[in-house]
């Protein structure tokens, strides 16, 4: 049964997923998915992450070893002690890992309580620039939600906006805010989601803003989208305000194509169109750095209160995996590890308690490996 799903959505609608997630639209930007599928062993790091990410990226380690995948990984843990180079628990030798590698996979990592440094995912997104994430939302064959056929990417800009990190007391009970948009960031970021929606075959692209009320800032990141969207008469441009995006994709997911937006509007959206198709636990992202660096990160919780309890769903990081073997250009391995992922959902015999199902991670992952 499971052998006759795999065939029959090895060419469904998950198209996003297979997309490679970072191929370069200039040299001033990343340079293509390297060609590594002569190549043995490539050297990829991983980072479990904490809670249930050490489960979960055991279950990618377990899937890639059955499909033999050409992958040496070079592991990297949380520190228990704030680096002063990097003013977080992050080590500064575990981005200079990727840095060197230029790829990788990140499992979920909650910051630690405390004061004096930074969060974990804010100070890998800055320290490895790491200028876009790249979400894609697409309807998985054979497990039913309230939307059907969803098939749309988020891109992210994610290095400034109200994430840029600066606030400030003016007075005592007044807290003041700076949301930081640059020409140089909103060009980039613009560029690589016309380049991409090409490189797809997506026929347009949405600029989400809200320059109706912050006429400076979304001001500016229309303005280079539409001189972006010069250079792409192929393409369809559009422009939505972000609260009305909200409710098309609520009333009308498939109305959207490629979406790209600052910063914080990316946060929400982005989990929204999770919403659509079952939840973080089912969608795979990759963040795109300068210099050609890509890492491909489960971007749900590190949920503790199952960590250990061997109940975890590894689909978004073996997922997200998939788009990390798209950019090194291993697509038949990709291929067959997502048909394998999809087969196991839809033929419904083995799903994760947050799939509605009774199966534990090795008895998922082990089924999955059987489907490969």
């Not at 100070?123 to 998985?140: F, G, H, I, Q, W």
């Not at 992922?341 to 490996?369: H, M, P, Q, W």
Request: with cysteine; net charge neutral; hydrophobic share 35%.
């Amino acid at each position: 049964m499971a052998s006759r799903i795999i065939r029959r959505v090895a060419g469904s609608g998950a198209r996003c997923i297979l997309a490679s997630p970072a191929k370069s639209p200039s040299s001033s930007l990343p340079a293509p998915g390297r060609d590594f599928s002569s190549q043995t062993p490539i050297t990829a790091t991983l980072f479990p992450g904490d809670g249930i990410g050490p489960e979960i990226a055991e279950s990618v380690k377990q899937v890639f070893k059955a499909a033999e995948i050409p992958i040496k990984w070079e592991e990297h843990y949380i520190g228990t002690e704030i680096d002063p180079r990097t003013q977080s628990f992050l080590t500064w030798e575990s981005l200079e890992s990727v840095r060197c590698n230029k790829v990788g996979l990140k499992g979920p990592m909650a910051t630690p309580i405390g004061k004096g440094h930074r969060s974990l995912n804010l100070t890998m997104r800055k320290e490895l620039n790491l200028y876009a994430n790249v979400r894609p939302c697409c309807s998985l064959p054979g497990y039913k939600t309230r939307y059907d056929n969803v098939n749309l990417v988020t891109i992210r800009e994610n290095t400034e906006g109200e994430y840029s990190g600066l606030e400030h007391q003016v007075v005592r009970g007044v807290v003041e805010s700076l949301k930081i948009i640059t020409r140089s960031a909103s060009l980039r970021v613009a560029e690589y989601a016309f380049h991409y929606a090409k490189a797809n075959d997506r026929e347009r692209v949405s600029a989400i803003h809200k320059a109706n009320i912050m006429q400076k800032t979304d001001g500016l990141f229309l303005e280079c989208c539409r001189e972006v969207a010069e250079k792409y008469p192929e393409i369809k441009y559009e422009e939505v305000i972000i609260d009305n995006c909200c409710m098309m994709l609520v009333k009308n997911p498939t109305l959207f194509d490629v979406l790209v937006m600052p910063n914080l509007y990316g946060d929400i959206i982005s989990d929204l169109c999770a919403g659509l198709i079952g939840g973080l636990g089912l969608t795979p992202s990759c963040n795109i750095g300068e210099g050609g660096i890509a890492l491909a990160e489960a971007v749900h919780g590190s949920a503790p209160d199952i960590a250990g309890k061997n109940m975890a769903n590894p689909t978004a990081l073996l997922l997200s995996s998939v788009m990390m073997l798209r950019h090194l250009n291993l697509n038949e391995k990709a291929n067959q590890i997502q048909n394998a992922i999809i087969g196991t959902i839809a033929d419904g015999k083995y799903r994760t308690a947050d799939l509605s199902g009774s199966s534990s991670t090795t008895e998922f992952t082990n089924a999955i490996c059987d489907n490969l």
